[in-house]
């Protein structure tokens, strides 16, 4: 997806100051230029885009720098922190409460995946305990009902809607009537966004929303969209006011930073990103995960979520990150947990310096990659697994006997040592962070 290539840009951007010659204002003034270029052109608002860099500049005062102060780190941060703020809406959106009813209302226009993402949506917290069903108010296309029942269906996910009922008001109000009756923790009502005319289409939003009274709306957003974003976001927060967005298509051609500025035009939190068709395909979002995995550093708060989310048994590497450590034995699990997951296009973001190693494979060269890896930590004692990698730092000779043993090349343990190396910091930095957590971008 382009984003991939704003991130690469911006990365360029900030490795190429570190190895200009002399790191002068002028370096930081043509890295700031080539960001925000970069930034325009993935569609993020213009104004956007002025406050990022001037807030960079503020932050960093290049000129009152002491002399041995590490700039590229302190650019590298303040790059960083600007990049999270764009994405933060410094707002928490609903959080959805056990045994009661919660009644979530999706909106947005046709064709921006709605009735795919209510269903992913209501797999997502199906998977996480809640009794959870769907409500199909879309009365107007002919396939719609049928296709939340045939998602649904696969889902394993109650659903109710009507052939023969027109009017939409009345069906979500009876779905969610009858579910609420039934102890139904998570009520999605599915919306049609068809009609033409905006007046028509809010005129209809705004009485199921006043007949089915939901405690979080939310809007979805297609990717593509660009630009015109903002303008929409704002018609439908006029009159809908919904609490949280749903970027989808993600994975799609599309500049996709028209829709990310939403989120500031609106004040509104992104929650969730979908990623693809598949049921699966859906994110939590989280601004500093989004950032990191932008620029390819990982998104370990990410992957640990999508591991438990598909129910693995990973006591043991939860128990070493909550005391933020990561040794090689939880670099191994990860990759066949990885390799178990599938496809990997998707995954190798999730995974500091993965997706760089895995840049331009496809997922059967990236499952081949992910398999000699796994020959890798098969050739290593358990003092080895269990360490946290320096020991073959101290002692190289460890590192030929394992290349060896498991038919790969030194270079190859050592990408998977550095790799390791580098969730053994992020797990290291997330044990700092986890007193700060929940200030933003949480999940509904
Ligand atoms: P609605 O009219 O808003 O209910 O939209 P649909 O749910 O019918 O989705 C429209 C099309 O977008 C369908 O073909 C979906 O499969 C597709 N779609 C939805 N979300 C995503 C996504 O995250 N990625 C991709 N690639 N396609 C998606």
Redesign the pocket.
Known sequence: MVLQDLGRRINAAVTDLGRAPTLDEKAFDGMLKEISNALVEADVNVKLVANLRKTIKNTVKFHELPPHANKKRLIQKAVFDALVDIVNPHQNAYQAKKGKSNVIMFV??????????CTKLARWYQARGFKTCLVCA?TF?AG?FD?LKQNATKAKIPYYGSLTQTDPVVVARDGVEKFKKEKFEIIIV?TS?RHHQEDALFAEMVEIQSAVQPHQTVM?LDASIGQAAEAQSRAFKETADFGAIII?????AAAGGGAISAVAATHTPIVFI????HLL?LEKFNPESFVSKLLGMGDMQGLVEHVQSLKLDQKETMKNVAEGKFTVRNMKEQIENISRMGPLSKLGGMVPGLSGLMQGMDDEEGGMKLKRMVFICDSMTNKELDSDGKIFVQEPTRMVRVARGSGTSVREVEELLSQQGMMAQMAKRMKGMAGAQGKGGNPM
């Open positions: 947005g226009l046709q064709g921006a995946g709605k009735t795919t993402t879309d296309r719609a296709q599915d966004g979805v989808t298509k993600t994975d799609g979908g990623t693809g068709e395909d």
